[in-house]
Each structure stands twice: as structure tokens, then as C-alpha cells.
């Protein structure tokens, strides 16, 4: 029973979220083809005057980042929320979905758009902070359905202690985890700029 328990605690990127995050890919990927015209027709941020502006930007590293804080860490403090409710699993299953989708979205845009050279911008413009989203954002995920299963779909929670165990555990391991986004954030803001500057060389 202890080791079934153990297991159940486990935090890990389960087989229903990988076949989310495909799905999630496989309709990004869809949609834009369907409506590939209308999306880039709509979507000035690829075309070439747009990346040329772009390799010439001056960018405010410091303002870049309090934004990039508040859409990643705002988006990550109202995912934990949602994971201590019952719609906990609901919320893991479309955030990883939404992932997918964008991720799709993006590879049929960039690709039609610039061909082999959209998929190098699409590279550039997820690291390195990929490195580090990547796996906080797993761990999240997982951290957010077992949270949800175990307050509410388990009988892991045994009374008053219990739950309060639970409590400080999660916040210790939310804490942890958005440091870890806002280091994220840091290296979009102020280290991925440098590299897509040097692959919008290439357009």
C-alpha cells in the first residue's frame, strides 16, 4: 500500500498529458492549414518589414521582463489556484492542449511563411528559455493533477493534519516553481533577444 501511494505521488508528465499536448498539436496544426490565408493575411508579425524592424529594435530588456512576469507568473499563480478546486484536472488538461495547439499553430505559420527559415525563428525564439519552461511547466502540470486528484478524487488526505501537510508542501514546491519560471522569464527577456537578433540575420 505504501509503495502504491509513493507511486501515486509521483510527479511525472503522464501518458493522458502527452496525448493532450499531440492532440493539442495535431489541431494547431490543422486550423492553420484550413485557414492559413486568412491567419497570416491577419498577422503582420511575419511578414518580412515586420522581422526587418525587428533585427533593428531597441529593446527594453527591463520592461520585457516585468511584462514577461506578469503573463507567465500570472498564468502559473491562477493554474495552482485552479488545481486546489475541483476543476484542477480540467485546467491541466487544457493548459497542456493550449500548449500544443500554439506550438502547432506557429510550425504551420512560420513554416508556410519563411519555409525552413520560419522553423529557425521558431527555435530561436523558444531559447533558452525553453530549457528552463519546458520542465517547470511539466512539473506543474503534474504537481496540479495530483493535487486535484488527491483533494478530491482520493482518499489521500487524512483530516485537518493531513490537508495541512498538503498545503505547505504545495506551496513550498508553487514557490520553487516560480522562481524557477521567473528565471525563465529573466533569460527571455535579456538573453533571447541576442539570439534572434542573430538568426533574423538570416532573413
Request: net charge positive; proline share 1%.
Amino acid at each position: 500500500m505504501h509503495g502504491d501511494m509513493r507511486e501515486e505521488d509521483e510527479l511525472r508528465f503522464n501518458n493522458k498529458q502527452l496525448i493532450l499536448f499531440i492532440i493539442g498539436i495535431c489541431g494547431g496544426i490543422v486550423l492553420a492549414s484550413i485557414f492559413k490565408s486568412e491567419l497570416l493575411s491577419g498577422i503582420e508579425l511575419l511578414g518580412e518589414n515586420a522581422l526587418l524592424q525587428a533585427r533593428y529594435a531597441v529593446i527594453d530588456n527591463s520592461s520585457l521582463f516585468l511584462r514577461l512576469l506578469w503573463q507567465r507568473l500570472g498564468a502559473a499563480i491562477l493554474f495552482i489556484l485552479l488545481s486546489t478546486t475541483f476543476l484542477g484536472l480540467a485546467a491541466v488538461w487544457f493548459y497542456t492542449c493550449r500548449c500544443g495547439f500554439s506550438l502547432g499553430l506557429l510550425l504551420v505559420m512560420l513554416f508556410s511563411e519563411h519555409g525552413i527559415r520560419g522553423i529557425c525563428l521558431l527555435v530561436a525564439g523558444l531559447f533558452p528559455q525553453a530549457l528552463v519552461y519546458v520542465p517547470a511547466w511539466i512539473y506543474l502540470f503534474a504537481l496540479g493533477e495530483r493535487t486535484c486528484r488527491r483533494l478530491f478524487y482520493m482518499n489521500g488526505i487524512e483530516g485537518l493534519g493531513g490537508l495541512k501537510r498538503m498545503g505547505m508542501r504545495l506551496s513550498a514546491q508553487a514557490g520553487l516553481l516560480l522562481f524557477v519560471l521567473a528565471v525563465g522569464c529573466w533569460l527571455e527577456a535579456y538573453v533571447n533577444p541576442l539570439l534572434l537578433r542573430l538568426v533574423l540575420k538570416l532573413f
